[in-house]
């Protein structure tokens, strides 16, 4: 299992190439932003009630309103890097697994195609190749959030 996960890694990253390491870093980093996203929530509502019991300006707010305002935007960043990630890795990986599957599909027997389970299964593998690869590393990679 570990070997496959490092070799699935090791394609992604080959492919994806810097969005990848991006992305890699920022799904690891979300699972340090959700702690301080409760953070920042607790010290709003207890910073807010301070204000209104005492009277007082809001400006003690604005500092963990800045700060989750922040954490918005990296979650955001995810987001667009995910979508480019996985955009990119797609079209790749189609343009390098077409190629070598219509070489094998040209070396197949004439029984092969008459064979309904099989010719089922070539039509499922060479309509989209690359979307399994892609879904089980998405799975992987959210394994570690």
């Not at 197949?108 to 190749?129: Q, T």
Request: with cysteine; hydrophobic share 50%.
């Amino acid at each position: 299992m570990l070997k496959t996960l490092l070799r699935i890694t090791y394609t992604v990253l080959r492919h994806g190439r810097w969005p990848a390491v991006l992305l890699m870093i920022l799904i690891v980093a979300n699972g340090v932003l959700l702690p301080l996203n409760l953070y920042f929530w607790e010290k709003i509502i207890d910073t807010t009630v301070q204000v209104m019991e005492s009277g007082g300006s809001v400006l003690p707010i604005l500092p963990y309103l800045l700060g989750f305002i922040v954490l918005l935007a990296l979650y955001n960043l995810r987001e667009l890097c995910e979508q480019i990630v996985r955009i990119r890795l797609t079209h790749r990986l189609r343009d390098n697994f077409l190629p070598q599957i219509s070489r094998k599909m040209m070396n197949l027997e004439y029984w092969c195609l008459e064979d309904r389970e099989i010719h089922d299964l070539i039509m499922r593998v060479g309509s989209s190749p690359e979307e399994q690869f892609v879904q089980t590393y998405w799975e992987l990679l959210f394994v570690l959030v």
